[in-house]
Every structure is written in structure tokens, then in C-alpha cells.
């Protein structure tokens, strides 16, 4: 089993900040790629941020230049930093972690049970 664990959500004002944290644990082998999605009221999932093992990012549009998503030294760990956020960021926000299992070595897809983020004026 991994578990992935959010923090950080809460209530803002337009144009303030937010630093989301994102944590997996368990049965851990290797980590592909960590990720920030987000589901707004009526919304479908939508992808925010991923980055990849060796570091490659792939931000949503409405999200380049305000969000920044970040590695820490400790283990399976990111960081979203939201900047600049608009009322149209409110949504829960879901961590998605992929990779493989240490016990078979087989892919796992987990998400944690997300945080919310609500941006008010």
C-alpha cells in the first residue's frame, strides 16, 4: 500500500499565497512522477502540475507563472507554492503519486484525499 498524505489548504484572499505539501509513504520502491490535480464544484479533475523523477515539469496554462511546484531533500515530498491566486483556483486539490511497488515491483497509482483551497474576495 502507499499513502499520500496533503496539507496546506485553507482560506484566502485574491492575490494572496498558499503552500500546499504533499507526502507518500508505505510500500515505496521508486517514485515517476508526483502531481497536483484539482476538482472544482460541478468540475471535472483537472491536471495543475506534474514533475517528474528527473524533474520535468508540465504546468497547466492557468496555472504558468503563479504556481510553482518543488522537491524537498526530504523523501517523497513536494511542494505546490500558489501565488497570485484567483477565485477560479478554489477547488480541492489532490496529490496523485506513480510509481513502483517495493514489495513486486508492480505500478501503483495513489492519490490522498485532497485539501481544499478556497479563494474569496
Known amino acids: 500500500q502507499v499513502q499520500v498524505v496533503e496539507s496546506g489548504g485553507g482560506l484566502v484572499q485574491i492575490g494572496g499565497s498558499l503552500r500546499l505539501s504533499c507526502v507518500a509513504s508505505?510500500?515505496?520502491?521508486?517514485?515517476?512522477?508526483m502531481g497536483w490535480y484539482r476538482q472544482a464544484p460541478g468540475k471535472e479533475r483537472e491536471l495543475v502540475v506534474v514533475?517528474?523523477?528527473?524533474?520535468?515539469?508540465n504546468y497547466a496554462d492557468s496555472v504558468k507563472g503563479r504556481f510553482t511546484i518543488s522537491r524537498d531533500n526530504a523523501p517523497n515530498t513536494v511542494y505546490l507554492q500558489m501565488n497570485s491566486l484567483k477565485p477560479e483556483d478554489t477547488a480541492v486539490y489532490y496529490c496523485?503519486?506513480?510509481?513502483?511497488?517495493?514489495?513486486?515491483?508492480?505500478?501503483?497509482?495513489?492519490w490522498g484525499q485532497g485539501t481544499q483551497v478556497t479563494v474569496s474576495s
Open positions: 508505505g510500500s515505496i520502491f521508486s517514485i515517476n512522477a
Open positions: 514533475i517528474t523523477s528527473g524533474g520535468r515539469t
Open positions: 496523485n503519486v506513480r510509481g513502483l511497488r517495493s514489495n513486486d515491483r508492480y505500478e501503483y497509482d495513489a
